[in-house]
């Protein structure tokens, strides 16, 4: 019962991390290194306003603001600067990570004696029986409105622009609109995300730890494919559903490996040779060839 | 009026293999002008439409409509009030969108695309009559995603979706060369039926010789970034196939293929 309660915890804290990396990774065609950093990003201005004695509430915006700063950078070095979308990203992540260490103040900062959105009063008040849930309550509401949101935008005039752009920038052009403009939007909206994902985990562990984003564009790309293309038989699941359900899925098994005696020294080259596999075997890179028929 | 004053595109400048395309290259489209540019390839005629259309940078001269020069005007902005038809059936349009999804963002083309809900369901019926008068049959499919068509049903789309909202100009490069004879004929009445009624200054590069010489009031033959032939009023209507096939002949061996 506990393993499946902190599976569903942290499967609802990576689902927001993927919703961002599906609009760069899936909708933009855009491989987003930012993400590695945007994640801790995220952690160390939770950090640093927590220990500030700021109401825990407040970082949620604070650290999706602060993620789509690191994205607009990253946009306008790919865009404007014409670097390499896969350099553009490692430039921001490299840098980040000393503007993260400097944010947070140290390399490891704990919060277990501070208030968290999982820890304060209003909690202390609900009865003993319904405590134990409350995180995942708690999370499961974030998701959820980030999920909502998140499809509500997709059918915005805005959201269907997005859409185009990375199925096809010509098309943005013939439409009178500067398919870059629209990359860098787009990569703002998903590093706020992941910089989102990043806060709650912060307060959800309760402590900040700089190597904390490390893989973590790899987790969730795992998240993204495993949702889209395990659940492709369900047409009726919107892909935003899939990505929410293919976190959990993945975080699922993952604790399962674990449980089952897998050493946690050897989990990052399982994830990367399943990642490998579901790619390959999924037929991810069909959608390129088909864009061309 | 578009005009093209003194135009010069040199392709791979300041390596041995530079080529001047365009040497001092001057044209003059009055409004509501039809006209077909055919040519051999590397004649220029792309290079001329992505020059207009802003796609390529240029060396020198100027692009002017209307007596304004739009000569620093990025491409997205050009476009604004162009309509571009490409070769390739599938850059018209949005493959992992539905046909509705596809209509209404072109629809939105020269208004803000800001938070407000894309897909206008009071107007699905608008766009299903637009498609019907197509004869493919897309009118029924308005769910269905675009990449699931076939070339010459999401080129009638990408020509319908350029020319949905109000623009001055219409581009088309060589846009019924991946299509089927039937198909392409579908497409170039389709053409000539949006042309006149929506009184477009346009240009249609084309392979196809009897397209030339059927449609519009204009012929451009270009040859090495020249124009090689510019007729129209009266020479215009007699003009037949066989002339131009006899002086693009010419060309060619001048040229020695």
């Known amino acids: ?293 | 009026m578009l005009e093209l004053k003194n135009i010069v595109k040199i392709y791979q400048g300041g390596t041995v293999n530079e080529t001047c395309l365009f040497n001092e290259f001057n044209l003059t489209i009055p409004d509501k002008q039809f006209v077909c540019v055919v040519g051999s390839n590397g004649s220029g005629k792309t290079s001329l439409l992505n020059i207009i259309c802003g796609s390529i940078p240029i060396e020198d001269g100027a692009i002017i409509i209307g007596g304004k020069s739009i000569t620093a005007m990025p491409e997205h902005k050009r476009l604004r009030r162009i309509g571009r038809v490409y070769q390739d059936p599938s850059r018209g349009t949005c493959p992992s969108m539905t046909i509705l999804e596809n209509m209404s963002m072109a629809d939105n083309k020269g208004k803000p695309f800001n938070l407000m809900p894309c897909v206008n369901r009071k107007k699905a019926d608008e766009y299903r009559a637009m498609l019907a008068q197509l004869g493919l049959g897309l009118e029924d499919k308005m769910g269905v995603m675009v990449g699931n068509l076939s070339g010459g049903q999401r080129q009638a789309m990408a020509l319908l979706m350029s020319t949905m909202t109000p623009i001055e100009f219409l581009i088309l490069d060589e846009h019924t060369a991946a299509l089927d004879p039937k198909t392409a004929e579908i497409i170039m009445e389709l053409t000539g039926k949006i042309v006149a009624q929506k009184q477009l200054t346009t240009i249609m590069v084309t392979h196809n010789l009897r397209y030339a010489v059927e449609y519009g009031d204009r012929l451009l033959m270009m040859h090495q970034g020249h124009l090689e032939l510019d007729i129209s009023g009266e020479k215009r209507k007699g003009l037949k196939v066989e002339h131009l096939l006899e002086r693009f002949n010419a060309i060619s061996i001048e040229c020695g293929n």
């Open chain 1, 1 to 293: 019962m506990n393993l499946l309660l902190s599976v569903l915890e942290q499967g609802l804290i990576y689902a927001v991390l993927a919703l961002g990396v599906y609009i760069t990774f899936r909708i933009l065609d855009f491989p987003d290194m930012t993400v590695d950093s945007s994640f801790p990003l995220g952690a160390a201005v939770t950090a640093l306003m927590i220990q500030a004695g700021i109401a825990p509430l407040l970082t949620l915006p604070v650290s999706m603001l602060a993620g789509a700063l690191a994205g607009v950078l990253t946009g306008v070095i790919h865009v404007k600067l014409k670097v390499r979308d896969l350099l553009s990203g490692i430039i921001v992540m490299t840098g980040l990570y000393s503007v993260n260490l400097h944010v947070a103040g140290r390399a490891n900062v704990q919060l277990f004696s501070f208030n968290t959105i999982f820890k304060n009063d209003m909690i202390s008040a609900l009865p003993a029986g319904i405590q134990p849930y409350a995180p995942v309550i708690i999370l499961a509401l974030i998701t959820i409105i980030a999920k909502i949101l998140m499809d509500a935008y997709l059918a915005t005039r805005s959201g269907f622009l997005l859409r185009a752009t990375g199925d096809n920038p010509t098309l943005v052009a013939t439409l009178a609109k500067d398919a870059g403009m629209v990359k860098i939007l787009g990569l703002s909206i998903a590093n706020a995300l992941v910089s989102l994902s990043g806060c709650i985990m912060c307060q959800y562990q309760r402590y900040f730890d700089i190597s904390m984003g490390t893989g973590t564009l790899v987790l969730a790309v795992a998240s993204v494919i495993v949702g889209t293309q395990l659940l492709r038989g369900l047409r009726f699941l919107r892909a935003t559903t899939a990505v929410v359900l293919g976190s959990i899925i993945y975080k699922g098994c993952v604790a399962l490996a674990l449980d089952m005696g897998l050493s946690p020294f050897d989990l990052k080259l399982v994830t990367a040779a399943l990642l490998l596999v579901i790619i390959v075997v999924g037929g991810h890179n069909r959608k390129k060839v088909k864009r061309h028929a």
